[in-house]
């Protein structure tokens, strides 16, 4: 596969690739910065947005838009149980405590 | 400036509100109109179908869960949810220096360089891709939409401390 590449030079990729790279820094800020749950996983979705981005920059330059799209939309499907999953730890946690805050979550107990 | 340049600046920007609104609700919406700038990107790449999944998943049913977590939580934290943490802008605005410093740093590092282009894979449609070639995905994703599915029924249950 190595041996049929082929190079684009001054391509756009790059700016798809920085925009992504930008996007998943924002959304690990947002997540380190932070001790509230939901903007925690917020955070996390604005990361995802950035992944989805280059993987459909990716499909599209390559010419391989099949292959991306069913990429992207396993992606989708995950993410969407992931938050799910996730929203339901949130209103289990603060139904036990009261709280949002994820420094009380080292109390948590059975 | 071209369109793809002004949609990757709105989708960046979109991103940045978000993380920076105080209120709760408003970062929800945030996200949603981020997700809305992806798939009009995701539509010019010629990727159709993954640009409807984004869309109605990602900009609708998301954000419904959002709000849905929101205001079942809101009783707790009221003031937090409305005025953000303390000291908000504080905390988050070396977060826009950062982002920019590093768009900055990549965009002058990596904007001559060429992208190497491999073509293996070409000429795979949509179809093939999604039940051929990624047959096991799809088992793994029903596997894992069951699992969560249980775990939400698990979770949202009503406890014995709540009656």
């Known amino acids: ?110 | 400036m071209n369109l793809d340049l002004f949609l990757i600046s709105i989708l960046l920007l979109c991103a940045i509100y978000t993380v920076l609104a105080k209120s709760l609700l408003k970062m929800a919406m945030g996200l949603a109109v981020t997700s809305v700038i992806l798939t009009i990107i995701i539509y010019t790449m010629n990727s159709p179908f993954a640009a409807v999944f984004e869309l109605s998943i990602c900009a609708g049913l998301i954000t419904v869960v959002f709000v849905s977590v929101i205001s079942l939580t809101e009783p707790g934290s009221p003031k937090e949810q409305e005025r953000g943490e303390s000291q908000h802008y504080a905390r988050y605005l070396p977060m826009v220096v950062l982002s920019l410093i590093i768009a900055w740093v990549l965009a002058s590092s990596l904007g001559d360089s060429s992208f190497p282009v491999f073509r293996g894979l070409q000429r795979i449609n949509f179809r093939e891709a999604l039940w051929e070639l990624r047959r096991t995905d799809i088992l793994g994703l029903l596997a894992m939409m069951f699992a969560g599915i249980y775990g939400v029924i698990v979770l949202f249950k009503e406890l014995r401390y709540d009656r």
């Not at chain 1, 190595?2 to 798809?16: A, V």
């Not at chain 1, 390559?62 to 339901?88: D, H, K, P, Y």
Request: charged share 10%.
């Open chain 1, 1 to 110: 596969m190595t041996g049929e590449g082929m190079f684009l030079s001054h391509s756009t990729f790059w700016s798809y690739f920085v925009v992504a790279m930008t996007l998943i820094f924002i959304g690990l800020y947002a997540m380190w910065a932070t001790h509230n749950l939901i903007r925690v996983l917020i955070g996390m979705e604005i990361m995802i947005k950035g992944v989805t981005l280059i993987l459909a920059a990716a499909g599209f330059l390559t010419g391989n838009t099949g292959a991306s799209q069913a990429m992207i939309i396993i992606f989708i499907v995950l993410e969407v149980v992931v938050i799910v999953a996730a929203a339901g730890v949130v209103i289990g946690y603060f139904r036990k405590s009261g709280s949002l805050d994820t420094r009380t979550m080292n109390k948590l107990q059975g």
